[in-house]
T-cell receptor, first 108, second 115 residues
């Protein structure tokens, strides 16, 4: 299973764009990259998933370079409600192993 | 779509009792469900993988006789914490993978407190 490395924490202000980068050097050919958001005392919530290049949905964008050894979650114009822990995971149809995640704190 | 529920959301029990937690996929069939445990300020730790109709696969260090998992149907998996002790107090979260899809969808979690 591919191991992921993310910054432990990040701070931002409301209205700013936040980019969280995750490294996954030993990602396998079949692995997808998935990002989850978790608020305290809640289950993780699916944000976005991608395999290569760029994926965009209504809440975020995911940038994946050609070598797929890293990925960047981009949150446009964050608000206070985006304060949460963000997890990057890689895998295919097997189990997901959570890393430490990135604790994002958004200030007014 | 892709909603996963857990019941109960919160449970308090006495030491030595058993507690059952249900995980249901409400609007899809889940061939595989996963059970995680999360302690305060820590990440999720995978406990076991549950496949419908077969025995669960437990992660290293997780006692299968203490954490009984049953996946009797494509929409329901249960985790029973047997003879619970205070150190079993934690946040238990399940997830389900929709049949034919890659991503997992997580339940809201169950807060277990053992007195």
């Amino acid at each position: 299973l591919a191991k992921t490395t993310q910054p432990i924490s990040m701070d931002s202000y409301e209205g700013q764009e936040v980019n969280i980068t995750c490294s996954h050097n030993n990602i396998a050919t079949n692995d997808y990259i998935t990002w989850y958001q978790q608020f305290p005392s809640q289950g993780p919530r699916f944000i976005i998933q991608g395999y290569k290049t760029k994926v965009t949905n209504e809440v975020a964008s995911l940038f994946i370079p050609a070598d797929r050894k890293s990925s960047t979650l981009s949150l446009p114009r964050v608000s206070l409600s985006d304060t949460a822990v963000y997890y990057c995971l890689v895998g295919y149809t097997d189990k997901l192993i959570f890393g430490t995640g990135t604790r994002l704190q958004v200030f007014p | 779509g892709a909603v996963v529920s857990q019941h109960p959301s919160r449970v308090i029990c006495k030491s030595g009792t058993s507690v059952k937690i249900e995980c249901r996929s409400l609007d899809f069939q889940a061939t595989t469900m996963f059970w995680y445990r999360q302690f305060p300020k820590q990440s999720l730790m995978l406990m076991a993988t549950s496949n419908e109709g077969s025995k669960a696969t437990y992660e290293q260090g997780v006692e299968k006789d203490k954490f009984l998992i049953n996946h009797a149907s494509l929409t329901l998996s249960t985790l029973t914490v047997t003879s619970a002790h205070p150190e079993d107090s934690s946040f238990y979260i399940c997830s389900a993978r929709r049949q034919g899809y890659n991503e997992q969808f997580f339940g809201p979690g169950t807060r277990l407190t053992v007195l």
